[in-house]
């Protein structure tokens, strides 16, 4: 019998087009790749094989076109379960990362939101000295669709009431500016907050958020203690 996580994984499961951009903290971009996930359940729903290519720089491509020319990487991985660093929630979303923070690893968070025709991933990535390296965005749209991306994201977007559908169905919440100080806004209806510096014995959290519509946001936080163990993983969504 399938556990019910690997069966919201399998809401992933399809052709996704896409583009995965590398940036410095700064947001600047270090590179673009246009890309071609696929991910194919067997029949009985394990294992799930993936499929991902990734074209060079510069190589002209739109979301729903297949890039020119021939793919410079190609990766191929089968799962037959979810590893201990992953957790999926009912609405197909996800996140995975570093487990436990140490001196002689390097933190990195990933966050995969899923809605509809699209998703939106977020990598965030560390160096060894716990400062925030590189910045990984991902958009990509399921073949055949007419999906598009969504707008890039600004404070005022999210400023409002806001009911939960998860955890807590009926319950309200006011985003005000204040609780977005510090956040990045990214294109496609994305954010992020997180330390740029990661200081050892201090409690951290990782959180990114996506504006799928004007009325549908999700949020996955990630919390460490002071020890540099993940405590908790915390998913919302909200509408309005």
């Given at each position: 019998m399938l556990s019910s996580q690997w069966n919201d994984l399998l809401r992933n499961c399809g052709e996704w087009r896409?583009?995965?951009?590398?940036?410095n903290p700064a947001l600047q971009l270090i590179k673009h790749q246009p890309s071609l996930l696929t991910l194919e359940p067997a029949p009985s729903g394990v294992p799930i094989q993936l499929t991902l290519l990734l074209w060079p720089e510069g190589v002209g491509s739109s979301p729903h076109q297949m890039p020119s020319g021939e793919p410079e990487k190609r990766i191929v991985q089968s799962f037959t379960r979810l590893d201990p660093d992953m957790g999926v929630f009912s609405t197909g979303s996800f996140s995975r990362g570093t487990l436990y923070r140490?001196?002689?690893?390097?933190l990195y968070a990933e966050f995969g939101f899923l809605h509809g025709q699209r998703r939106h991933r977020l990598v965030l990535l560390w160096d060894g000295a716990g400062q925030l390296e590189r910045i990984v965005l991902i958009r990509e749209f399921l073949e055949g669709s007419s999906a598009l991306e969504c707008p890039a994201l600004q404070a005022e977007h999210l400023i409002g009431d806001w009911s939960f559908e998860i955890p807590s169905p009926g319950d309200n919440i006011l985003i005000s500016a204040k609780d977005l100080d510090h956040w990045i806004f990214l294109p496609d209806g994305g954010a992020f907050l997180a330390p740029v510096q990661i200081?050892?014995?201090?409690p951290f959290s990782i959180e990114a958020l996506w504006m799928s519509s004007l009325t549908r946001l999700e949020r996955i936080a990630r919390h460490y203690s002071d020890n540099g163990a993940l405590a908790s993983v915390e998913h919302q969504l909200l509408t309005r």
């Open positions: 896409g583009s995965f951009d590398t940036m140490s001196n002689w690893t390097k200081d050892p014995n201090q």
